[in-house]
C-alpha cells in the first residue's frame, strides 16, 4: 500500500501553484513604491497583504493535499466537458476591461467586465435570464466598481483612469 501523500499529486501541484503565484506577486509588489498616499497606506500595501494570503493559502492547501487530500470537496457541477460559451463570454469580459480602460474610464469598464463577466456565469449554470439579469448585472457592476474606484482615488491616491477630470468618474 502506497503512503498517504503519493495519493494526491494534483491536489499537491494545486497548492503549490497558489503558493508560487503569491511569491510572484510579492515580487512584482518589490517594485511598487512604498510612499505613504492620504491614508498613511502606499500603494504596494494591497499587493503584500494579497501575496501573503496566496503564499499562506498554498501552504495551507499543501500541507491539505499531503495528509490525506482535499476534504469535504463538492462533486464536480455540470458536464465532463468545459462549456466554451461561458469561458468566450468572461474572456471577452476581461478583454473588453483591458482594451477600454483608458477611454471610458475605470468605473464603466470594470462595470461591463462584470456584466459580461456575470453572464457567462449564468449561461454555465444553466440560467438563460433576460433583460432584467443584464440590468441587474450592470446596477450590481456598478455598485461595485465605483466605491473602489473613488476608495484608491480619494482615500489612498492612487490614479484610476476615468471618464472625466473631475476625479468622480
Not at 505613504?36 to 501575496?51: I, R
Not at 433583460?131 to 448585472?137: E, G, I, N, Q
Not at 474606484?149 to 473631475?166: D, E, N, R, V
Request: with cysteine; proline share 5%.
Amino acid at each position: 500500500m502506497k503512503p498517504d501523500t503519493d495519493k494526491h499529486p494534483l491536489q499537491t501541484l494545486v497548492g503549490l501553484g497558489v503558493g508560487l503565484v503569491g511569491l510572484a506577486m510579492a515580487l512584482g509588489a518589490l517594485s511598487i513604491p512604498s510612499a505613504s498616499g492620504y491614508a498613511g497606506v502606499g500603494p504596494n500595501f494591497l499587493p503584500w497583504v494579497v501575496a501573503a494570503a496566496l503564499m499562506l493559502c498554498g501552504g495551507f492547501m499543501v500541507r491539505e493535499a499531503r495528509s490525506g487530500g482535499f476534504r469535504n470537496m463538492e462533486d464536480a457541477v455540470g458536464g465532463d466537458r468545459p462549456y466554451w460559451p461561458g469561458f468566450v463570454w468572461m474572456s471577452a469580459g476581461l478583454l473588453a476591461n483591458a482594451a477600454l480602460i483608458t477611454t471610458i474610464g475605470f468605473i464603466l469598464s470594470c462595470a461591463l467586465c462584470f456584466v459580461l463577466a456575470a453572464r457567462g456565469l449564468r449561461l454555465a449554470a444553466g440560467q438563460g435570464g433576460g433583460a432584467r439579469s443584464w440590468v441587474t448585472d450592470t446596477v450590481t457592476g456598478l455598485l461595485i466598481a465605483a466605491p473602489v474606484y473613488w476608495m484608491f482615488t480619494k482615500f489612498l491616491a492612487i490614479s484610476l483612469p476615468g471618464l472625466t477630470q473631475s476625479g468622480w468618474l
